[in-house]
């Protein structure tokens, strides 16, 4: 199966399903931004310290894997020259149509995250990627690309999924280790429940590991600058126990 595809298929139901991470921000939010007042996230609850971000008038920003206009049109609206890059096509339209109504300027792109060939070398200033590496089978060339398209001293914000969460079976309470590492839905779960994610049009996943998500990012350059972790905010089971998440700060060296 190409996950890539199905995935962006799946991705694309979602935007018109109106499901939560494709809601685009309000008229509000972006005239908050525009009088210095914000917040975005990489991951699902805890906002982007601000002392992460360069001055963002006219920085030039890559929005990896960040459509949905939840993220690209609050930086735009900071005064960052703003490029979204995603695989959902319906994602992108919403980055679209609120640069058209508040005048954004928001460039868009449909593509692979590993893949930014369509992308010059040393093009950007910041490349924001909230959650999302999850839904590619290798992280690798991800990393690589993002300090390919960087700036010398480029800032790479990244959300990342905290691997353990994929060894439970979380319809099980209490919590049960039952998968192995290297974690991937297509090659992990029994073929009822994986019939059942596709039937329901759920995204496939793939669960790196702590090696894959940090250890390939300074194996491509990166200097590591700044880390925090997060939950869902007790929405889930798995918050009793650990944060489901994590986000990286890493420069361009």
């Not at 935007?15 to 908050?32: C, D, F, G, L, Y």
């Not at 449909?110 to 040393?122: H, N, P, Y």
């Not at 669960?207 to 390939?216: C, K, P």
Request: net charge negative.
């Amino acid at each position: 199966m190409n996950t890539t595809e199905y995935n962006k298929d799946v991705w694309d139901r979602f935007v018109a399903n109106k499901v939560r991470w494709t809601i685009p921000v309000s008229k509000k939010e972006i005239e908050h931004a525009k009088n210095g007042i914000w917040d975005i996230v990489l991951t699902p609850t805890k906002p982007v310290p601000h002392q992460w971000f360069p001055d963002l008038n006219g920085l030039k920003v890559l929005g990896l894997a960040s459509g949905g206009g939840q993220q690209g049109p609050i930086l735009a609206a900071l005064g960052a020259a703003v490029t979204i890059f995603d695989n959902s096509e319906n994602q992108l339209s919403q980055d679209r149509k609120l640069s058209e109504e508040f005048n954004l300027n928001i460039k868009t792109i449909q593509g692979d995250m590993k893949d930014l060939s369509v992308l010059a070398d040393e093009s950007f200033d910041l490349v924001f990627n909230p959650c999302s590496v999850v839904f590619t089978d290798n992280v690798k060339p991800v990393w690589k690309e993002c300090f390919r398209v960087l700036k010398s001293n480029g800032v790479l914000m990244t959300g990342l999924i905290n691997p353990i969460i994929f060894q439970f079976d979380q319809d099980i309470n209490p919590l049960q280790l039952t998968y192995a590492q290297p974690y991937s839905d297509l090659n992990s779960l029994p073929k009822e429940k994986l019939d059942k994610l596709i039937e329901n049009q759920e995204t496939l996943e793939f669960g790196h590991s702590l090696t894959e998500q940090i250890g390939e990012q300074l194996k491509a350059g990166f200097l590591m600058t700044d880390f925090y972790e997060d939950d869902w905010n007790g929405e889930k089971i798995i918050d009793k126990y650990l944060p489901s998440f994590f986000a990286t700060r890493a420069i361009k060296r």
